[in-house]
Each structure stands twice: as structure tokens, then as C-alpha cells.
């Protein structure tokens, strides 16, 4: 309807103008010259007005499907994301499937000869996906039901992850209580607990440490032998035979008794644990701090009772994630 208008107002103005120049002649009347003039005038004002209003609605329509199509962009995105959050679930859950299969055909098949003690020996049993494992009471071992994340992947997997910084909600300024048994959400944040690890490291172990700045870079540790005692003991650390290119910060810490911060074991006047806000083998106090503060980008250089290896990044520096894990020596994939 609008553009029958603009045609029919453009047909008159054509219309007015044609006998405008057919009208020159000067025996034309003056008052009819201006007359014409002034209609003229309010045609074309009128033409304008329209052909503006119509600009004006034109944009909108296109503002209009501008923005329906980045709606239809944005859900198509979001229906993405779903999808690809849905497959991560789904592949979480297949693993799981697969790691009960196993467990059933397992059990089955299982004598009192091997009992599974950590992750190493669930990987010689071919569990080979890395993941969330129950480890189950074993009388003889003197052990409980233990929630353990093996790590089958790196380095030849086996691993029992002892300890984990990467989320950053979890606080690990607890006390001897909460570090004794654990605390933290296996997938997420933990700390496994100085009894389990006590009992997990009777054996001769290895410890590996893996590191990653905010830079995305990662560095590790790995230490031949590792053992801690038991709580009689103040779960003394005792290490050996650094292997890495992190750096052997932990060394400084060999032979210390653990401390928290409503047990102070430290080598030292201050109280390190209070200092350094976190339960450690402190010294006096520290040459790293793995159970430190998380901070965030932006907060990580600011202070000294970060997640710290001085050996790559020295004291105020506080990194993004840290694995601290263990297996057997002489571990053969
Ligand atoms: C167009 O001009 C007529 C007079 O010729 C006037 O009555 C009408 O209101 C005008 N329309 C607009 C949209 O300006
Ligand atoms: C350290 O490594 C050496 C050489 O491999 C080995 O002889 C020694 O027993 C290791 N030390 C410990 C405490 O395991
Ligand atoms: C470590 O703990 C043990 C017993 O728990 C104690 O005998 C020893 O003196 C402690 N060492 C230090 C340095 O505090
Ligand atoms: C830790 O101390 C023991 C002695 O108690 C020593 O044999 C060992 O080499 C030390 N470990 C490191 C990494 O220096
Ligand atoms: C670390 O920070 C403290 C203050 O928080 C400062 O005194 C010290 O010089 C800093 N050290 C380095 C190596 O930047």
C-alpha cells in the first residue's frame, strides 16, 4: 500500500512538473505560479515525509530480522553447549559403566592373593580409564572402603591422586582432625586424608608432583621414594631421589612432622601453618606450599601464603593446579 502511494505521489509530482514548464510561458498569472510553487512544495514535503517513514519501518523490519537471526545464532549456540555438555556426561557415564563392568567381572573372578590396594594394582587388573574408583575394605591390608581418583594416563598411569588444586572453592586451612581423615570432593578439590596416604605409601612409592601456571605452562617433581608415618609419628615426611624440571622444593621439607593450623610441628618460632594457611610439612616455613591459599589470575602474585613452588616460581607466586599423586616403585605398566 505504501509503495502504491509513493508511485502515485511520484505520478503527481511528475504530473505537476510536466505542466510547470509547459505553464513557463510569462502570460501565466502570478498568483497561479505560486500556488502551484506551494503545492508543490507540500507534495514534495508530503513525498519526503513518506519516503522517511518508510526508510524508518524498512529499518526496523531489517533491525527485526537482524535480531531474530542472532537470537536463532545464540540458541543454536546454546543448544551446542548442551550437546557438548551432554557427550562429556555421557562419556563420564560410559567410563563409569565400563570401570563397574569391570568391578562385577572382578569380584567374580577375585582371591584373597590380590587385593586391591591402590590404583596400580586396579590398573594391573585392567582398569585402564582414568576416574573415580571405590577401593574396597580389605581386612588383612588393615584398610577401609576408600574413594580414590586413579590416574591411568600419565606417565604409564597407577596413580593414586593424593591431592588436587585446580577449582579453588575448596579451603584448605583445616585442622589435624579434617587433614587426617581428608576432605574435598574427589573429582574436584581434596585432600585424601594422612591416613590413607600413610597407608598407601607402607609400600615403596614414588611420588609425582604436576604443576601448571596461569600461563597454562606445566612443570613436574618426582620424587624415587616417598613415605610419610603414621599419626604417632606427626606423619613425618621422608623423600628421596628428585627427578623433574620443577625444581626440589619438597626437599626442605624432608623429615618434618605435618602441621596444622591447631598443630604446631613446625621447626620454627612462627607458626607456619597460621602464616602460610595450610596443613604441610612445614619447616621454617616453607620452600613450597601445596596446600596454600588458591588465588585467582590477577590475585596470584600478591601474596605469600599461595599455592607455591618456589623452585619454578618462588614465594609469591600462587599456581593454578597442582596433582600430587602416587604408585608403587618399580611400577611396570
Ligand atoms: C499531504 O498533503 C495534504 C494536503 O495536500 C495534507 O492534507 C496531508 O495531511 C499531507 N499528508 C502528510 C502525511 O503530510
Ligand atoms: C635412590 O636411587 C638410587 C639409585 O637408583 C637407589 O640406589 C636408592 O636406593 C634410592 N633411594 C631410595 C631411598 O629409594
Ligand atoms: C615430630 O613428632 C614426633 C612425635 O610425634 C616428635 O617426637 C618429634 O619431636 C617431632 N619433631 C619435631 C621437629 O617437632
Ligand atoms: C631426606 O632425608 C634423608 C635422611 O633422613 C636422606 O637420606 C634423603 O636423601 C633426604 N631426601 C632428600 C630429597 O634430600
Ligand atoms: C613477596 O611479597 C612480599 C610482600 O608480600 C615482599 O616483601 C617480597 O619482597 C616479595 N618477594 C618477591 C620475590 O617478590
Known amino acids: 500500500v505504501q509503495v502504491q502511494t509513493v508511485a502515485l505521489l511520484l505520478s503527481r509530482v511528475t504530473w505537476a512538473q510536466n505542466p510547470r514548464k509547459r505553464l513557463a510561458p510569462p502570460k501565466t498569472p502570478k498568483a497561479q505560479c505560486c500556488d502551484e510553487v506551494r503545492s508543490l512544495k507540500v507534495q514534495v514535503a508530503n513525498l519526503t515525509s513518506i519516503l522517511e517513514e518508510l526508510g524508518r519501518k524498512q529499518e526496523s523490519d531489517l533491525m527485526n530480522v537482524v535480531r531474530q537471526i542472532m537470537e536463532l545464532d545464540q540458541q543454536n549456540r546454546q543448544q551446542e553447549a548442551r550437546v557438548t555438555e551432554a557427550e562429556s556426561k555421557y562419556s563420564e557415564i560410559n567410563n563409569r559403566v565400563e570401570i563397574m563392568q569391570l568391578q562385577t567381572l572382578q569380584s567374580a573372578t577375585q582371591t584373597s592373593s590380590d587385593a586391591t590396594y591402590d590404583c596400580a594394582s586396579l590398573f594391573t587388573k585392567s582398569y585402564k580409564i582414568s576416574g573415580e574408583y571405590k577401593l574396597p575394605k580389605d581386612e588383612f591390608l588393615g584398610t577401609p572402603e576408600l574413594s ?3 590416574d591411568m594416563e600419565t606417565n604409564g598411569g597407577g596413580w593414586t591422586v593424593i591431592q588436587r588444586r585446580k577449582i579453588g572453592l575448596t579451603s584448605f586451612h583445616r585442622d589435624w582432625k579434617q587433614y587426617k581423615s581428608g576432605f574435598g570432593s574427589i573429582r574436584g578439590d581434596f ?4 591416613d590413607h596416604i600413610f597407608r598407601l605409601t607402607r609400600q615403596p612409592s614414588v611420588l609425582r608432583i604436576e604443576l601448571e601456571d596461569w600461563e ?10 616417598f613415605t610419610v608415618s603414621n599419626e604417632l609419628n606427626s606423619y613425618k615426611l621422608f623423600l628421596a631421589n628428585y627427578s623433574g624440571n620443577a625444581g626440589d622444593s619438597l626437599r626442605y621439607h624432608n623429615n618434618t612432622n605435618f602441621s596444622t593450623i591447631n598443630k604446631d610441628n613446625d621447626k620454627c618460632v612462627d607458626h607456619c601453618a597460621s ?20 588465588y585467582r589470575y590477577g590475585e596470584h602474585t600478591k601474596s605469600t601464603d599461595g599455592i607455591t613452588w618456589y623452585g619454578w616460581h618462588g614465594p609469591n607466586y600462587s599456581l593454578k593446579r597442582v596433582e600430587m599423586k602416587v604408585r ?5 605398566p
Open 148 to 150: 580414590v581418583f586413579c
Open 191 to 194: 585432600w585424601l586424608g594422612n
Open 216 to 225: 597454562g605452562e606445566t612443570r613436574y617433581a618426582e620424587y624415587g621414594f
Open 275 to 294: 602464616l602460610r594457611k595450610g596443613g604441610y610439612w612445614y619447616n621454617c616455613c616453607t620452600d613450597s606450599n601445596l596446600n596454600g591459599v588458591f
Open 328 to 332: 608403587p616403585v618399580g611400577f611396570q
